[in-house]
Protein backbone atom coordinates (compact mmCIF):
# COMPACT_ATOMS: atom_id res chain seq x y z
CA UNK A 1 0.00 0.00 0.00
CA UNK A 2 0.78 3.47 -0.83
CA UNK A 3 1.72 6.15 2.37
CA UNK A 4 3.36 9.52 2.27
CA UNK A 5 5.27 10.71 4.57
CA UNK A 6 5.88 14.61 5.55
CA UNK A 7 8.99 15.06 7.14
CA UNK A 8 8.33 18.79 8.66
CA UNK A 9 4.79 19.84 9.99
CA UNK A 10 5.75 23.20 10.38
CA UNK A 11 8.14 25.31 8.71
CA UNK A 12 9.15 28.99 9.25
CA UNK A 13 11.00 31.17 6.51
CA UNK A 14 11.83 34.65 6.14
CA UNK A 15 10.56 36.43 3.00
CA UNK A 16 13.02 36.10 -0.14
CA UNK A 17 14.46 32.92 1.62
CA UNK A 18 14.87 29.86 0.19
CA UNK A 19 12.41 27.05 1.10
CA UNK A 20 12.17 23.09 0.90
CA UNK A 21 9.32 21.24 2.22
CA UNK A 22 10.42 17.54 2.28
CA UNK A 23 7.88 14.32 0.92
CA UNK A 24 8.90 11.09 1.22
CA UNK A 25 6.51 8.44 -0.04
CA UNK A 26 6.63 4.67 -0.23
CA UNK A 27 4.93 2.53 -3.02
CA UNK A 28 5.13 -1.16 -4.29
CA UNK A 29 4.01 0.26 -7.95
CA UNK A 30 4.75 3.23 -10.36
CA UNK A 31 3.67 6.19 -8.47
CA UNK A 32 2.53 9.68 -9.80
CA UNK A 33 2.99 12.42 -7.31
CA UNK A 34 1.66 15.54 -6.60
CA UNK A 35 2.14 18.58 -4.13
CA UNK A 36 -1.45 21.07 -3.78
CA UNK A 37 -1.68 24.17 -1.45
CA UNK A 38 -4.23 25.09 0.76
CA UNK A 39 -4.77 28.59 1.45
CA UNK A 40 -6.82 29.18 5.09
CA UNK A 41 -10.15 27.91 4.83
CA UNK A 42 -10.29 27.39 1.19
CA UNK A 43 -10.02 23.71 -0.78
CA UNK A 44 -7.02 23.14 -2.14
CA UNK A 45 -5.21 24.43 -5.43
CA UNK A 46 -2.81 21.90 -7.80
CA UNK A 47 0.99 23.32 -7.80
CA UNK A 48 2.66 20.75 -10.02
CA UNK A 49 2.61 17.20 -10.69
CA UNK A 50 5.20 14.21 -11.69
CA UNK A 51 3.46 11.30 -13.48
CA UNK A 52 6.66 10.62 -15.88
CA UNK A 53 9.35 12.07 -18.32
CA UNK A 54 11.82 14.90 -16.21
CA UNK A 55 12.48 14.22 -12.70
CA UNK A 56 12.24 18.17 -12.10
CA UNK A 57 8.67 19.38 -12.48
CA UNK A 58 7.59 22.94 -12.65
CA UNK A 59 4.33 24.65 -11.49
CA UNK A 60 2.64 27.67 -10.60
CA UNK A 61 3.89 30.41 -8.57
CA UNK A 62 7.43 29.76 -8.70
CA UNK A 63 7.62 26.07 -7.11
CA UNK A 64 9.73 23.45 -8.65
CA UNK A 65 9.94 19.82 -7.47
CA UNK A 66 12.43 16.95 -8.03
CA UNK A 67 11.26 13.42 -8.25
CA UNK A 68 14.01 11.27 -6.53
CA UNK A 69 13.10 7.02 -7.31
CA UNK A 70 16.14 5.69 -5.39
CA UNK A 71 15.11 8.10 -2.24
CA UNK A 72 11.33 7.64 -2.62
CA UNK A 73 11.31 11.59 -2.31
CA UNK A 74 9.37 14.33 -4.08
CA UNK A 75 10.84 17.06 -2.29
CA UNK A 76 9.27 20.67 -2.97
CA UNK A 77 11.55 24.35 -3.22
CA UNK A 78 11.36 27.73 -3.84
CA UNK A 79 14.49 29.76 -4.26
CA UNK A 80 12.61 33.22 -2.79
CA UNK A 81 9.60 32.58 -0.82
CA UNK A 82 6.64 35.92 -0.35
CA UNK A 83 4.79 36.47 2.30
CA UNK A 84 1.78 34.85 0.07
CA UNK A 85 3.40 31.63 0.32
CA UNK A 86 2.09 31.29 3.85
CA UNK A 87 -0.29 28.21 3.48
CA UNK A 88 -0.54 24.56 4.01
CA UNK A 89 1.17 22.30 1.88
CA UNK A 90 -0.14 18.69 1.07
CA UNK A 91 2.31 16.17 -0.68
CA UNK A 92 0.20 13.14 -2.51
CA UNK A 93 0.62 10.41 -3.67
CA UNK A 94 -1.83 8.15 -6.48
CA UNK A 95 -3.72 5.37 -4.40
CA UNK A 96 -3.29 2.67 -7.44
CA UNK A 97 -6.01 0.43 -8.13
CA UNK A 98 -7.47 2.87 -10.30
CA UNK A 99 -9.86 5.41 -9.94
CA UNK A 100 -7.26 8.13 -8.82
CA UNK A 101 -7.55 7.73 -5.86
CA UNK A 102 -4.29 10.01 -3.76
CA UNK A 103 -3.29 9.22 -0.50
CA UNK A 104 -2.57 12.07 1.03
CA UNK A 105 0.32 13.50 3.36
CA UNK A 106 -0.45 15.16 6.97
CA UNK A 107 0.69 18.25 5.64
CA UNK A 108 3.65 20.75 6.46
CA UNK A 109 2.32 24.29 7.07
CA UNK A 110 4.87 27.07 5.61
CA UNK A 111 4.90 30.84 7.71
CA UNK A 112 6.83 33.48 5.81
CA UNK A 113 7.50 36.22 8.13
CA UNK A 114 8.95 39.70 7.09
CA UNK B 1 -14.54 25.55 -17.56
CA UNK B 2 -14.93 23.46 -15.12
CA UNK B 3 -16.11 24.69 -11.56
CA UNK B 4 -16.84 22.41 -8.49
CA UNK B 5 -19.55 24.37 -5.92
CA UNK B 6 -20.42 22.66 -2.02
CA UNK B 7 -22.03 24.23 0.23
CA UNK B 8 -23.05 24.65 2.83
CA UNK B 9 -20.03 26.56 3.62
CA UNK B 10 -19.95 26.31 7.45
CA UNK B 11 -22.20 24.22 9.56
CA UNK B 12 -22.85 24.30 13.22
CA UNK B 13 -25.46 20.78 14.30
CA UNK B 14 -25.60 19.61 17.70
CA UNK B 15 -24.99 15.83 18.49
CA UNK B 16 -27.19 13.34 17.23
CA UNK B 17 -28.83 15.50 14.42
CA UNK B 18 -28.66 14.76 10.66
CA UNK B 19 -26.37 15.94 8.12
CA UNK B 20 -26.66 16.82 4.60
CA UNK B 21 -23.55 18.33 2.56
CA UNK B 22 -23.81 18.74 -0.88
CA UNK B 23 -21.41 19.07 -4.06
CA UNK B 24 -21.68 19.68 -7.72
CA UNK B 25 -19.69 19.72 -10.73
CA UNK B 26 -20.31 21.77 -13.82
CA UNK B 27 -18.58 21.98 -16.95
CA UNK B 28 -17.65 18.21 -17.10
CA UNK B 29 -19.64 14.98 -17.78
CA UNK B 30 -19.32 11.82 -15.96
CA UNK B 31 -16.64 12.91 -13.48
CA UNK B 32 -15.21 10.73 -9.89
CA UNK B 33 -15.90 12.49 -7.07
CA UNK B 34 -14.58 11.93 -3.97
CA UNK B 35 -15.23 13.47 -0.32
CA UNK B 36 -12.63 13.87 2.21
CA UNK B 37 -12.27 15.01 5.73
CA UNK B 38 -9.77 17.66 7.28
CA UNK B 39 -9.59 17.10 10.72
CA UNK B 40 -8.10 20.23 12.76
CA UNK B 41 -4.29 19.98 12.05
CA UNK B 42 -4.27 16.74 10.15
CA UNK B 43 -4.08 16.00 6.53
CA UNK B 44 -6.58 14.69 4.26
CA UNK B 45 -8.69 11.10 4.69
CA UNK B 46 -10.63 10.31 2.08
CA UNK B 47 -14.38 9.11 2.82
CA UNK B 48 -15.83 8.13 -0.09
CA UNK B 49 -15.37 7.88 -3.60
CA UNK B 50 -17.86 7.36 -6.97
CA UNK B 51 -16.95 6.27 -10.24
CA UNK B 52 -20.94 6.93 -11.45
CA UNK B 53 -24.37 7.09 -10.78
CA UNK B 54 -25.04 4.94 -7.26
CA UNK B 55 -21.71 3.50 -7.31
CA UNK B 56 -20.07 4.52 -3.99
CA UNK B 57 -17.20 3.32 -2.10
CA UNK B 58 -16.54 3.52 1.35
CA UNK B 59 -12.98 3.76 2.49
CA UNK B 60 -13.31 4.80 6.30
CA UNK B 61 -15.86 2.13 8.29
CA UNK B 62 -18.15 5.22 10.15
CA UNK B 63 -21.64 6.65 10.87
CA UNK B 64 -21.46 8.87 7.50
CA UNK B 65 -22.63 7.52 4.09
CA UNK B 66 -22.76 8.99 0.60
CA UNK B 67 -24.87 9.21 -2.74
CA UNK B 68 -24.42 10.26 -6.25
CA UNK B 69 -28.67 10.49 -7.13
CA UNK B 70 -27.03 12.72 -10.66
CA UNK B 71 -23.96 12.43 -12.45
CA UNK B 72 -22.64 15.03 -11.55
CA UNK B 73 -23.69 15.92 -7.66
CA UNK B 74 -22.42 13.90 -4.55
CA UNK B 75 -23.87 14.49 -1.29
CA UNK B 76 -22.68 13.05 1.84
CA UNK B 77 -25.07 12.59 4.89
CA UNK B 78 -25.51 11.35 8.59
CA UNK B 79 -28.59 10.27 10.23
CA UNK B 80 -26.99 11.03 13.89
CA UNK B 81 -23.95 13.01 14.16
CA UNK B 82 -21.41 12.77 16.63
CA UNK B 83 -18.56 14.92 18.34
CA UNK B 84 -15.84 13.41 15.94
CA UNK B 85 -17.40 14.46 12.97
CA UNK B 86 -16.53 18.06 13.35
CA UNK B 87 -13.94 18.92 10.77
CA UNK B 88 -13.31 20.59 7.28
CA UNK B 89 -15.08 18.39 4.79
CA UNK B 90 -13.80 18.76 0.68
CA UNK B 91 -15.44 17.16 -2.49
CA UNK B 92 -13.15 16.65 -5.28
CA UNK B 93 -14.03 15.66 -9.06
CA UNK B 94 -11.48 14.17 -11.17
CA UNK B 95 -11.61 13.18 -15.03
CA UNK B 96 -11.90 9.55 -16.44
CA UNK B 97 -8.84 8.46 -16.12
CA UNK B 98 -7.85 6.56 -19.34
CA UNK B 99 -4.08 5.58 -19.18
CA UNK B 100 -2.54 7.57 -16.36
CA UNK B 101 -3.46 9.27 -13.36
CA UNK B 102 -5.46 13.06 -13.24
CA UNK B 103 -5.07 15.56 -10.42
CA UNK B 104 -8.17 16.27 -8.32
CA UNK B 105 -10.05 19.30 -8.44
CA UNK B 106 -11.27 20.58 -5.10
CA UNK B 107 -14.27 22.59 -3.92
CA UNK B 108 -13.85 25.12 -1.52
CA UNK B 109 -15.19 23.11 1.35
CA UNK B 110 -17.58 23.11 4.37
CA UNK B 111 -17.24 23.37 7.39
CA UNK B 112 -18.70 21.29 9.78
CA UNK B 113 -18.84 22.08 13.90
CA UNK B 114 -20.74 19.62 16.05
CA UNK B 115 -21.95 20.39 19.14
Known amino acids: AQSVTQLDSQVPVFEEAPVELRCNYS??????LFWYVQYPNQGLQLLLK??????LVKGINGFEAEFNKSQTSFHLRKPSVHISDTAEYFC????????????FGAGTRLAVHP | SQTIHQWPATLVQPVGSPLSLECTVEGTSNPNLYWYRQAAGRGLQLLFYSVGIGQISSEVPQNLSASRPQDRQFILSSKKLLLSDSGFYLCAWTRLALSSYNEQFFGPGTRLTVL
Open chain 1, 27 to 32: SSVSVY
Open chain 1, 92 to 103: AVSGGGGYNKLI
Open chain 1, 50 to 55: YLSGST
